[in-house]
């Protein structure tokens, strides 16, 4: 959310950075808006003011017996007091109306982020270790003779439609390893702090971390009310949601491995073959809390968490600045690692980091009290990947994959495996 105050202050700054994510100047609209909401607001204390000097009257005129101006004093107190509760009515109308356009209006991007306007314009600005030379035609995940037994599409289907997959066996015990190396990585190395939150959540929460009101359809709500997370982002963040901490508390940081539900709305069409964009999967989530000061140094520290991830699992890599008109609705700047993907014959999505600025701290009101003193501050919020299991599990089988159909696995996973490296063709560990 942003601020009216410095929209105020430099509105052909604000519709200068909308326009490099593509989007049109809406300054004049908002402040006329906030111009007449102010208009009643200092109505009503005028209003007010003059209710309480008629107030402060209306004894004085009784006390000298002058009827004549007692009435009419008491006709005045009245009259305003009916004023100001209009007044303050139609100022709490245009404080809505004024609120709810704000949070409808996308992060704008920091001054690094380069210029575009899809994927095709994002920058490169690292790339990590050298595609196995496989020696034979690759495979897909889903292709792979060892996986065939172990991730079953139709089952899936059949239970629950489709962009759904039953994972079983050895594969389905990767992906647990997968998530738990993750997680011990994170917390023993990374300095995270592991939680165990919610999947289901109200919309307050939903609206702080940005999905609502603008990206419903995005997501799944349940007949009570509450909506299934699009990723942990929701829970984490929300912890400090109308929240007034110490400086000293700063930097929080936070991971959480958790079930995530999306609708793919748009999406109909894309990734169709495979598990690599379902409607369910999980995710290793890191979220931080920060200084505004520490906050893009932060983005790099927890970007360097999700790459070492990869490094770990030997998968080759390459890191990517989004630009303006590829970034997520919240989001000032985004880095995307995407994992090489042997199968595909490209790089695929595995993780986002994302520093988000001021802009939850506002929607979820959660703000800090400099040691120092002055005025409390909002927090900066950052969010990424660390990483998604499911795509993981597709990178580490690709990449691993050999030419009699079994799959060589990370070194790594060893001790969440009991010491078995490889997938056999029927699906088994050995």
């Known amino acids: ?38 208009a009643k607001i200092l109505a009503a204390e005028t209003a007010q003011a003059e209710q309480n000097k008629a107030s402060k009257e209306v004894g004085a005129a009784k006390g000298r017996g002058d009827e004549a101006e007692f009435e009419r004093l008491r006709a005045l107190v009245a009259e305003k007091k009916a004023e100001v509760a209009r007044m303050q009515t139609e100022a709490k109308d245009l404080d809505a109306l004024l609120t709810d356009q704000l ?3 996308a992060n704008l991007p920091a001054d690094d982020v380069p210029e575009g306007v899809d994927e095709a314009d994002n920058v490169e600005i690292n790339r990590w270790g050298t595609p196995r030379e496989l020696g034979f035609a690759p495979k897909e995940h889903f292709e792979i003779e060892a996986v065939q037994n172990g991730m079953d599409f139709e089952t899936a289907a059949k239970l629950s439609g489709s962009r759904f997959v039953l ?57 009570e009310g509450w909506w299934l997370i699009p990723t942990s982002e929701v829970s984490l963040t929300n912890i400090v949601n109308d929240t007034m901490i110490e400086e000293s508390y700063l930097p929080r940081r936070y991971t959480a491995h958790s079930l995530c539900f999306r609708s793919e709305a748009g999406s109909a069409g894309k990734d169709t073959r495979g598990m690599l964009r379902q409607h369910q999967f999980e995710k290793v989530e890191m979220v931080s809390v920060t200084h505004p000061d520490k906050s893009d140094d932060e983005q790099k520290r927890m970007l360097r968490c999700a790459e070492g991830i990869l490094e770990k699992l030997g998968i080759p890599y390459r890191t990517v600045i989004l630009c303006t008109g590829d970034m997520g609705f919240g989001a000032r700047r985004t880095y995307d690692i995407e994992a090489w993907l042997p199968g595909q014959d490209t790089y695929r999505e595995i993780s986002s980091v994302s520093t988000c600025g001021d802009f939850q701290a506002r929607r979820m009101n959660a703000r800090f009290r400099p040691e120092a003193g002055g005025k409390p501050e909002y927090v900066h919020t950052l969010n990424g990947s660390g990483l998604a299991v499911g795509r993981c599990l597709i990178a580490v089988l690709e990449n691993g994959q050999n030419a009699d159909g079994t799959v060589t696995l990370p070194e790594v996973l060893a001790p969440y495996l009991g010491g078995k490296l490889t997938l056999q063709v029927d699906g088994t560990l050995a």
Request: proline share 4%; hydrophobic share 40%; no cysteine.
């Open 1 to 38: 959310m942003h601020d009216i105050r410095a929209i105020r202050e430099n509105p052909a700054a604000f519709d200068a950075a909308l326009a490099r994510r593509g989007d049109a100047p809406v300054s004049s609209d908002l402040l006329r808006l906030d111009e007449s909401r102010r």
């Open 167 to 223: 994972l079983s066996g050895g594969v389905a015990r990767i992906h647990r390893a997968l998530a738990q190396f993750m997680l011990d990585t994170h917390i023993n190395e990374n300095g995270l702090t592991e939680v165990n939150g919610p999947v289901l959540v109200l919309s307050e929460m939903m609206q702080g971390t940005g999905q609502l009101p603008k990206f419903g359809e995005d997501s799944y709500q349940t007949r």
């Open 103 to 105: 949070i409808r209006i």
